[in-house]
């Protein structure tokens, strides 16, 4: 049976969709899409601070990101723009590119270089998904176990907390932490220099989100508890003048949302010290534009093709490379579910979404300015358990032990080292955990019992046997040649032992390491005039056979293809031929 090809990207997947078009799909899109503009905001410019970036990146990304990914995407459902893992991700990478070569940079310039390196990372995410889409990069994720993103994401929501009780607390340090670590010590050391009015709000600000959710499902929480912050910290500062709560519109980069176009051009001096991170990001986002999609696909049993949504989000990143200051886009799993809760019928509700937020942010900005960043804080925080799959976590624990040791492995590497590596050595042992698996091939010894079949050996029989039959079942590629061959030879070691029948029926992915493997045990056999026969031979198999030589060597008349009505048969008559074999000899 073939396996579905993955389809041709379409450079306009929206035009089905606009054949089909009503006003009853407008009313529903409509309406998700407002919804969703209302949650957008809030969690835009938070994202933002998260990242260490002004409030309009996060803001810009939401917009035009959500527009073109949601237009070239292949997905209904999926909403896109700032995401929590990539902005607590671009906040590391940025932060470790500052402290490694720009240390002595004036304050004054700090804002244009932070600006510079994003514009960098930006650029290559949108040119690494694109490839990734026409070059189906993206299939390697299945190589990224779930233990593997569980820890990840474990990690991700230590660092936010981590680095949002500074805004929550008020505490406020000089001394600049790349690991999550570093900057709980940092933070534990200072935490006498809280300011109780910051506290407070962001207290209060934490208890209405949470009664929001609780009482309102259906509501703008977040927007909601930020109006009920913003009057509550326009008190404290009023009547206690003194207090001084943090507010937006006293950020440090904190300007008007008014998008500047610029020709973006890489900086080849600094590409190959935002690179690593711009990879990290890039297969960070595809993971969640993956994950989302197909979560909410399987819901609505729409189709999707993960290279086309890879696509869509790769370009909508190439063209927020052309707005100053702009934040990568990414796949939200909190926005996705409300659109689809708010019964959102097409793409076209994403659209919406990101032209209402331009709308409501053009003309509300001056009130945006007066959330407080406690608030702000509380809304990072409070997302925190959506991150947590602890169901999923348990059962990686319940599960094997080496998926245990791999979560906390992928863990630990989050709080020890900033976070784009920590991804890369998820990957690494995504890899190796698979290596290690696929590496050992499965042998069974069988033997013809007296109806004929073929019944498994127990390795506790100490029977010695003329012709004895192993079954080799796996990947046969290099990992693994030396595991097989010091198993065979071992077999060979029994002078009783007159002929073997290597069973190939279950074999995938030989190579020449292989090769030189069997040819390795034919002539040991050979040497000491004993005799090899293999049966099972698929036309994968049967090709890398030829062209290597095998063929010729070991003879055709010893060589048995796999007959798929009767799988036992090619290993009757190779062991029939070993027989003769045998007999000829005496």
Known sequence: MRLPQPRAISFAPFLDECREYNFSYFKWDAWAALAVALMTIPQSIAYSLLAGLPPTAGIFSAIFGTIFAAALGSSRHLVTGPSTGTAILIQTSIASILAAYYEGIPEAQREIVVLHILTQIVILMGIIQIASAFFNVSKLLQFVSRPVVLGYFAGITVAIVTTQLFYFTGVSSDLKADSVLLKMWVFVSHVF??????????????AVLVFLRKMAKNLPDALLMLIVASFAAYGLNFFFPDTHVMLLGGYEMAKEPVPALTLPLIDFTLLNKVFPAAVAISFLAVLEVFSVSRNFAARSGHQIQVNQDVFGIGVSNALLSFLYGAMPASGSATRTSLSFRMHAKTRFAAILSGLFTAIIIFFCWPLVTH?????????????V?????????????????????????????????????????????????????????????????SKGRLIIVSPKEDLHRKVRIIGIAGELYFASADVFQSALQTI?????????????????????????????????LHSTGR??????????????????GLVKQIGLDNLYFTDESNPQFSTWKACLRAQELIHTDV
Not at 424 to 440: C, E, H, Q
Not at 531 to 548: D, K, M, N, P
């Open 531 to 548: 005799h090899l026969v293999i049966s099972g031979l698929t036309e994968e198999v049967w090709h890398v056979f030829h062209r290597a």
């Open 385 to 449: 358990p959506t991150l947590m799959n602890w169901s999923e976590i348990k059962l990686c624990f319940h599960a094997t032990r080496e998926d245990a040791v791999v979560f906390l492995v992928t863990f630990a590497s989050c709080l020890i080292f900033s976070l784009d590596i920590a991804f890369f050595i998820g990957i690494v042992i995504s890899i190796a955990t698979y290596l290690k698996k696929s590496s050992i091939p499965h042998l069974v010894e069988y033997a013809f019992n």
């Open 193 to 206: 220099q809280l300011k109780w009015p910051t506290l407070l709000i962001g207290v209060v600000s934490l």
């Open 371 to 383: 959330v407080p960043l406690a608030a702000l804080a509380a809304l990072l925080m409070a997302t």
């Open 492 to 524: 060979a070691e029994d002078r009783k032992t007159l002929a073997i029948v290597l069973r190939l029926n279950n074999v995938y992915h030989m190579d020449a390491s292989m090769c030189f493997a069997i040819l390795r045990l034919y002539d040991i």
